[in-house]
T-cell receptor, first 116, second 111 residues
Framework: AQKITQTQPGMFVQEKEAVTLDCTYDTSDQSYGLFWYKQPSSGEMIFLIYQGSYDEQNATEGRYSLNFQKARKSANLVISASQLGDSAMYFC?????????????FGSGTKLNVKP | DAGVIQSPRHEVTEMGQEVTLRCKPISGHNSLFWYRQTMMRGLELLIYFNNNVPIDDSGMPEDRFSAKMPNASFSTLKIQPSEPRDSAVYFCAITYGNTIYFGEGSWLTVV
């Protein structure tokens, strides 16, 4: 089974609107972490936001928020007030394991296009 | 960012040549990873190190690939001999605290 599933290969959103990028995960661990990364056309992988499995509040970082639904095993990324510079690939990722022996799993990504 | 310096940023080489990719991570990291990214296969974990020791190299595609981490501040990924299908972006990444941070990548083209 896939550890991280991103079902939207591509998405369009109008500038200034909000957009939700879907991510579901699969783990039997109690302690894990969830991440989102942005990869613009220049290629670098930029860390956006982190949610720990024990965090009760949804993580927020500026215009980014992570909608964490533990029972559903989903960790959707919400981008509010989209900007043209948000056009990029977005990867959802999960960390399993404890201490220094971590494994990270990445989804296949969602390509977001923000239209002016 | 957390500080992962990769070199070279871009390399074009001929099939059969040896390629060495370098990574200099910030001090204080926990683990170091090498990933490969292609359009067809997405992001693949090649190998990762803890305390300079390789923990999982099951993602290394074949014997042509080797990775070393002689000390906490330096790692190399070597391909010998290189083939056109090795063309990809190779990322070095580290964990710092809970999070994994990536270098800017080395774009390799083998012709």
């Amino acid at each position: 089974a896939q550890k991280i599933t991103q079902t939207q290969p591509g998405m369009f959103v109008q500038e200034k609107e909000a957009v939700t990028l879907d991510c579901t995960y699969d783990t039997s661990d109690q302690s894990y972490g969830l991440f989102w990364y942005k990869q613009p056309s220049s290629g670098e992988m930029i860390f956006l936001i982190y949610q720990g499995s024990y965090d009760e509040q949804n993580a927020t970082e500026g215009r980014y928020s992570l909608n964490f639904q533990k029972a559903r095993k989903s960790a959707n990324l919400v981008i509010s007030a989209s900007q043209l510079g948000d056009s990029a690939m977005y990867f959802c990722a999960m960390r399993e394991g404890l201490g220094n022996f971590n494994k990270f799993y990445f989804g296949s990504g969602t390509k977001l296009n923000v239209k002016p | 960012d957390a500080g992962v310096i990769q070199s070279p940023r871009h390399e074009v080489t001929e099939m059969g040549q040896e390629v060495t990719l370098r990574c200099k991570p910030i001090s204080g990291h926990n683990s170091l990873f090498w990933y490969r990214q292609t359009m067809m296969r997405g992001l693949e974990l090649l190998i990762y190190f803890n305390n300079n020791v390789p923990i999982d190299d099951s993602g290394m595609p074949e014997d042509r690939f080797s990775a070393k981490m002689p000390n906490a501040s330096f790692s190399t990924l070597k391909i010998q001999p290189s083939e056109p299908r090795d063309s990809a972006v190779y990322f070095c990444a580290i964990t710092y605290g809970n999070t994994i941070y990536f270098g800017e990548g080395s774009w390799l083209t083998v012709v």
